[in-house]
């Protein structure tokens, strides 16, 4: 039985809580689809702070490339503030949705943003774990996060579950509009079953390389963690979980953004973090790692891809996924970072320092 109450016993829960939300996929699908349909919606905004802004990039970036959707990912308070959702007016506010993620349905900035979004004519749907929370009040419809209890604060399987939720999102969206066909559909359905069902081995592999270089990262002056695509949010998600847990400084940044001056802070107590998708920048990539390695003897390459001179730094998985997939998993080195170095050094990750609450309604 999984230990809930330890970010290590939720991170072990991964694989099997991965499969149990694939299996029961039609919980939060149908709730989504379902509001798709009948509001012939043309854009989605997806909104949230933390592990949960981060799944909204990524469910942007889904939603755009897979079903042709218009979409994008916001900050609850920057939007209410200085954003629309329509700056053309072209479209109607019923064609417009709002949705919420908040895993425990108390985030301040994203409640108070859905209920703005209500009360303003568009339409909103929460993708939360609790369906009596604070969120669920302020929306047209709720779908179910299958995350199981987390009682932890920094968030794991919450994060991958969350992905994994969204992606399925995209597929049936893509569906619906005639984007995927059903072969295709069915096709990328299977690809993400086996997927998930070697997410054991994510692990594994994930936890030995962490064993093998967690003297030089728990040591590390600062971090920086680069990424590009679809994982500049993995990088984001990584920044944030190292930021919570092992709490040495760290950066996350857009690969090429961070040659553009941050590198003349790069020194050898420093440690680099890339994250090789497989999208048009990995070729260049690998020429920013030859020039890092100048400099620092601590870069590491996080990929699924085949790595020319991969070293024992490099965590270069077995498992293998598109770039729509492989965000689950490239995140998993980086909670073992978080979590496990956090043991090592002696931090006890289920106390906050920061006692003062502002960010979440009490549950």
Known sequence: MADNTTVLGNMAEQPERLNYVFENRE???RPFIDLMKEQNIRKVIFFGSGTSYNVSIIASYYFKQIAGIAAEAQYPT???NYEEADWTGTLKKEEILFVGISQSGTSKST????AYGKKNGYRTLALTGNLQSEITGHVDRTAHLLVGPELTPPETK?????VLSVYLWALEAARLCGRLGEDEYS????ECASFIGRFDTVMTEAENWYERNKTSIVNSDRIYILGYGIDYASALE??????EMLRVPSIGYEIVEYTHGPTMALNKKQTI???????KEYEEMLGFRKAFKVYSDRVHVVTCK???EADSRDCVFSVKGDKYLAVMMYTVPFQFVAAKGAKDIGINTAINPFEIPLAHYEE
Request: glycine share 8%.
């Open 27 to 29: 919980i939060f699908v």
């Open 78 to 80: 920057v939007f209410m």
């Open 111 to 114: 409640c108070e943003l859905m």
């Open 158 to 162: 919450g994060y991958t579950v969350s």
């Open 187 to 190: 096709r990328r359905i299977d």
């Open 238 to 243: 990584a920044q944030l979980k190292i930021g």
């Open 273 to 279: 973090f890339i994250i090789g998708s497989d999208e």
């Open 306 to 308: 085949d790595l020319d």
